[in-house]
């Protein structure tokens, strides 16, 4: 199974989204990308919005976790999408590191109707709307204590 990382950062009403073209359409990513094998899922995080956008984040809270199936084209996918608490520098796009053509500040009212990869926009909404916001616990090494 393949591990996808990515993270939401909100500002003003709006998330960060990655802009891409693809059958002639335009979708939107939230940035991010795989994790390497034996990569802690955090750094992965980092090192993915540094690569493609230029910037430094601050990872906060694992808010969706969602599982893809496998097609004739991708393998099957467990995204793990987390808050953003901050972006340190200005996001621009770096070609070299990304097919992504561009970003877009996409207002938090319309992500549940826009096409999003992950496929998670209605949740995000949800997420980003509601009060109190209800994460899931993300335990950076649930192994620590050496039980086993």
Same mark, same amino acid.
């Given at each position: 199974m !393949?591990?996808?990382?990515?993270?939401? #950062?909100? !500002?003003?009403?709006? =998330?960060?989204? @990655?802009?891409?073209?693809?059958?002639g359409?335009?979708v #939107? *990513?939230? +940035?991010?990308? /795989? $994790?390497?094998?034996?990569?802690p899922?955090?750094?992965? %995080?980092?090192?993915?919005w540094?690569?493609?956008?230029g $910037?430094?984040?601050?990872? /906060? !809270?694992?808010?969706?976790?969602?599982?893809?199936?496998?097609t &004739? !084209?991708h393998?099957?996918?467990?995204h793990?999408? #987390?808050?953003?608490?901050?972006?340190?520098g200005?996001?621009?796009?770096?070609p070299d590191n990304?097919?992504? =053509?561009g970003?877009d500040?996409?207002? $938090?009212e319309? =992500? *549940? &109707?826009?096409?999003?990869?992950p496929?998670? /926009?209605?949740? %995000?909404?949800?997420?980003l709307t509601?009060e +109190?916001?209800t994460?899931l616990? #993300?335990?950076?090494?649930? @192994?620590?204590r /050496?039980?086993w």
């Amino acid at each position: 199974m !393949r591990v996808r990382v990515s993270a939401v #950062f909100e !500002r003003d009403g709006e =998330i960060l989204c @990655m802009k891409y073209k693809y059958g002639g359409k335009e979708v #939107f *990513a939230l +940035p991010g990308g /795989g $994790v390497d094998q034996d990569s802690p899922l955090k750094e992965a %995080l980092v090192k993915e919005w540094k690569d493609e956008l230029g $910037v430094r984040i601050e990872p /906060g !809270r694992v808010i969706i976790v969602g599982e893809a199936p496998s097609t &004739k !084209r991708h393998p099957q996918t467990l995204h793990i999408i #987390f808050e953003a608490l901050e972006i340190y520098g200005t996001p621009k796009v770096r070609p070299d590191n990304t097919t992504s =053509i561009g970003i877009d500040w996409v207002a $938090v009212e319309d =992500i *549940a &109707k826009l096409p999003i990869y992950p496929d998670v /926009g209605k949740n %995000l909404h949800a997420f980003l709307t509601q009060e +109190p916001k209800t994460t899931l616990a #993300f335990i950076d090494n649930c @192994m620590e204590r /050496g039980f086993w």
